[in-house]
């Protein structure tokens, strides 16, 4: 069975039958403005679904962004929620996505970052600077995906097995090993 | 510290604990297997005589790669995978999985009251059970033996009425999308009546044994502090943040299944040490308590599942005799429904902190890639640093306050 597309519309999700909503959502919206507005260039795409807002950002400035966010105070995305990676499939390019979930505990707002990364330029720089919490969650990504972070301290294996080679949650792993 | 480096899958242990010691410093393995570190948790100990110098966790002895097995199997099917992953929390693992997906269907506002007031009822009972676990065998590692088999009994009429509900007592996959898969049997309020109506001599006892006891006090006290700041950066979530002074609650946060119409607290406590998180975590247990009884009050008849044919079931009498509920059974049955591309974001408050489910949809009837954020996973890194200049006693007794369940930490 092969997979459906992975891109989604762009739905207005005032109409869908979600949770209230945490904030306006003009709070992340100032937050994609004023992203803009520091770092030009830094914005690929927006995307909204489900009363969730994701940003694509270029892989060279993720960590000033994350930075200019967590530090910001009228964001203060404090908390990293999540950092992990997403295989797109073999022939998609790029192939890979790094997700970052931020989460501001005194604004009571989410947000969801996203880089893209090709097989042959596997790297991102590191948020380990602004989150130490993504040293195990990179490590981890690392260890499933083979996506390499710049500048992170003891990059090396979390889960699996020293003596395993390859990157199990990619897509052309078997899902019972070699 | 922050070179590039050299590609290495793998740095040995010893690399990097020659890196951090001292001649005169001892490593010392404490794990895979050993009853304090609740779990198959390796932690390579440096010590200064019995001082702590550095530990390193290493995990991934519990590596199953249940990540990765979500997207061979249907969405309905990877909820007993779920179950798996904290396995003191189930019913919570069950609740976030599911709840992502109605976020991803739409269908959030479609779960009938009642689907939702036993979920919630579940969720707190489930929350109880786990603290349980928790005071039994923090209590046994710090040498309080007898508050083991105390916490069990509790423990065991949750799991009983849990035996009631669905049939299982650890793997209960009792939650679908949608609702529940059955209406809980007429006798199962007044088995949660009578725990509720017990349970309060249950904590008076733990009290007594524990709270204000000298012995308690003198190992838990200052020992193993985190600071409000140090936890929000090294993302501890759940009641080892909360210890720290940081009221965040996904119950409060962001309200789930209906948590805004309960009136519970949010525990918190300053001092950032272990016997802080004790604290929180038994005010936690009087505040499930405390949500318990109330869903016992609102208990309404009515449907608890969603009325999307599509998506649930139907009901074995309505499948038998009517021929468009037959269609349904058997695509839903044979080949599961389908989620419409996107990706959704979801965390709900499990017992040991923020656990969020994040799933990206293709339009097939399998998820395209689940991944699960465990509590667990994320509080564990915060242990060198809470372990640090500690005796290596204390440091089992900071492992026991941070709640870690290796299921959870390795997937």
């Known amino acids: 069975m092969s997979h459906g597309s992975l891109e989604h519309s762009d739905s207005n999700v005032e109409a869908q039958a979600t949770d209230a909503p945490l904030v306006p959502k003009s709070l992340v919206e100032q937050a994609i403005e004023q992203v803009k507005e520091k770092f030009e260039t830094a914005i690929e795409d927006i995307k909204k679904h489900v009363g969730e807002t994701t940003v694509y950002i270029k892989r060279e400035n993720i960590a000033d962004v994350c930075r200019f966010l967590r530090d910001d105070p009228s964001f203060q995305f404090n908390?990293?929620?999540?950092?992990?990676?997403?295989?797109r499939g073999i022939e998609e390019d790029p192939r890979f996505e790094v997700v970052y979930h931020l989460t501001s505990l005194p604004k009571r707002t989410r947000l969801r970052l996203k880089v893209r990364v090709s097989e042959e330029d596997c790297h991102v720089p590191t948020v380990v600077g602004v989150w130490p919490t993504a040293n195990w969650h990179e490590r981890e990504t690392f260890d499933l995906m083979g996506i390499r972070f710049d500048g992170h301290p003891d990059l090396r294996k979390i889960l699996t097995p020293d003596d395993l080679e390859g990157h199990p949650l990619r897509k052309d792993f078997p899902l019972r090993g070699y | 510290m922050s070179k590039v480096l050299e590609y290495s899958p793998t740095k040995t242990f010893e690399q990097q604990v020659r890196e951090t010691?001292?001649?005169?410093?001892?490593t010392v393995s404490m794990g895979p297997q050993h009853p304090s570190t609740h779990g198959v948790l390796r932690l390579e100990v440096v010590l200064d005589g019995e001082t702590v110098v550095n530990t390193i966790p290493d995990i991934g002895y519990l590596h199953t790669g249940m990540e990765k097995i979500m997207e061979t199997k249907k969405y309905q099917q990877n909820i007993t995978i779920t179950d798996r992953m904290d396995y003191l929390n189930?019913?919570?693992?069950n609740l976030g999985y599911v709840m992502c997906i109605e976020k991803l269907l739409g269908i959030?506002?479609?779960?009938?009251?009642?689907?939702?007031?036993?979920?919630?009822?579940?969720?707190?009972?489930?929350?109880?059970?786990?603290?349980?676990?928790?005071l039994g065998t923090h209590a046994l590692d710090i040498g309080a033996m007898s508050m083991f088999f105390y916490c069990f009994r509790e423990r065991e009429k949750i799991l009983n009425i849990f035996e009631a509900v669905c049939g299982g007592r650890m793997t209960v996959s009792f939650f679908r999308v949608g609702g529940l898969p059955y209406d809980i049997p007429d006798f199962v309020p007044g088995l949660v009546k009578e725990f509720c109506d017990n349970f309060p001599n249950a904590l008076k006892e733990y009290d007594t044994l524990l709270t204000g006891n000298k012995i308690f006090q003198n190992r838990t006290r200052g020992v193993g502090i985190i600071t409000a700041e140090d936890a929000i950066a090294w993302g501890v979530t759940g009641p080892s943040l909360r210890g720290s002074g940081i009221d965040y609650d996904v119950r409060r946060y962001d309200p789930y299944c209906g948590y805004e119409n309960y009136d519970f607290d949010v525990p918190v406590e300053k001092d950032g040490d272990v016997f802080a998180r004790y604290m929180v975590r038994m005010r936690e247990l009087r505040e499930s308590h405390k949500i318990v009884k109330q869903t016992l009050k609102r208990l309404e008849p009515g449907p608890v599942k969603a009325d999307t044919p599509k998506v649930c079931l139907p009901d074995r009498e309505v499948m038998l005799n009517q021929m468009d509920a037959l269609i349904h059974h058997f695509l839903l049955a044979g080949l599961g429904f389908t989620v419409p591309p996107g990706e959704a974001y979801?965390?709900?408050?499990?017992?040991?902190?923020?656990?969020?489910?994040?799933?990206?949809?293709?339009?097939?009837?399998?998820?395209y890639r689940v991944h699960v954020?465990?509590?667990?996973?994320?509080?564990?890194?915060?242990?060198?640093?809470?372990?640090?200049?500690?005796?290596?006693?204390?440091?089992?007794?900071?492992?026991?306050?941070?709640?870690?369940?290796?299921?959870?930490?390795?997937?």
């Open chain 2, 90 to 93: 189930p019913m919570g693992n």
């Open chain 1, 79 to 87: 908390l990293l929620s999540d950092l992990t990676g997403v295989d």
């Open chain 2, 346 to 367: 979801h965390a709900i408050e499990g017992s040991k902190g923020e656990y969020g489910v994040y799933i990206i949809s293709d339009g097939s009837e399998n998820p």
């Open chain 2, 108 to 134: 959030v506002d479609d779960i009938p009251e009642r689907a939702k007031t036993i979920r919630v009822m579940l969720v707190e009972l489930q929350r109880i059970a786990s603290h349980m676990v928790w």
């Open chain 2, 21 to 26: 010691a001292l001649d005169s410093n001892i």
């Open chain 2, 373 to 411: 954020r465990g509590p667990s996973f994320v509080n564990l890194q915060a242990l060198p640093m809470m372990a640090k200049g500690e005796m290596i006693a204390d440091t089992v007794a900071i492992i026991g306050s941070l709640d870690i369940v290796l299921g959870e930490i390795d997937r």
